[in-house]
């Protein structure tokens, strides 16, 4: 089946700028998972979405990161005026309860570089 | 505060010798131990995951050993090939799909 997909495949916009971020998760995945990877550094947690809980926003790095989820499935990271250091690969993840519990199975990543 | 730290930063290994990376952790509430591989421009995909129930596991030619006591895990690649040359990540968490906390990635080089 079908993996995580995620788009854009690469974004580049200028400083103070907004973006957003989609990721398609994998059908019936109950989690989905936002984090970053900035160059030369590790996997960075961002923002976690479980089933119909509220998500757990601790990764965040500033208010002007967010990301919702719609019906269960499509989330949307978006990052309100954008900065320099916002550049990095923003990936998504997904995962089952009942399916390989706890494999994350990550998509391609949105690159993004902020001028 | 990192809660996993790995190394080495880079490997570089001969053609059929053993790859190790080696992780620890510093919260005792994880219980899920995954190993990540990453290739460039590519999403990182699981290689082998363990918990603390078992000391070792082994699937093909990787081999995670796990050390509760010490609070580390360690990654072993055997009969390492030039295909297996990307980036390693290290992860942890707890049980019940919830955030990784991952370690900062082993770039390994294999060369024949």
């Known amino acids: 089946g079908a993996g995580v997909s995620q788009s854009p495949s690469n974004k580049v916009t200028e400083k103070g700028k907004d973006v957003e971020l989609r990721c398609d998760p994998i059908?019936?995945?109950?989690?989905l998972y936002w984090y970053r990877q900035s160059l030369g550094q590790g996997l960075e947690f961002l923002i976690y979405f479980q089933g119909n809980s509220a998500p757990d926003k601790s990764g965040l790095p500033s208010d002007r990161f967010s990301a919702e989820r719609t019906g269960g499935s499509v989330s949307t990271l978006t990052i309100q005026r954008t900065q320099q250091e916002d550049s990095a690969v923003y990936l998504c993840?997904?995962?089952?309860?009942?399916?390989?519990?706890?494999?994350?199975?990550f998509g391609p990543g949105t690159r993004l570089t902020v001028l | 505060q990192q809660q996993v730290k790995q190394s080495p930063q880079s490997l570089i290994v001969q053609k059929g010798g053993i790859s190790i990376i080696n992780c620890a952790y510093e919260n005792t509430a994880f219980d899920y131990f995954p190993w990540y591989q990453q290739f460039p421009g590519k999403g990182p995909a699981l290689l082998i995951a363990?918990?603390?129930?078992?000391s070792e596991k082994k699937e093909g030619r990787f081999t995670i050993s796990f050390n509760k006591s010490a609070k580390q895990f360690s990654l072993h690649i055997m009969d390492s090939q030039p295909g297996d040359s990307a980036t390693y990540f290290c992860a942890a968490a707890r049980s019940g799909n919830t955030p990784l906390v991952f370690g900062k990635g082993t770039r390994l080089s294999v060369i024949a």
């Open positions: 363990i918990r603390p129930d078992v």
């Open positions: 993840a997904s995962s089952s309860l009942f399916h390989g519990a706890d494999t994350q199975y």
């Open positions: 059908s019936g995945h109950t989690a």
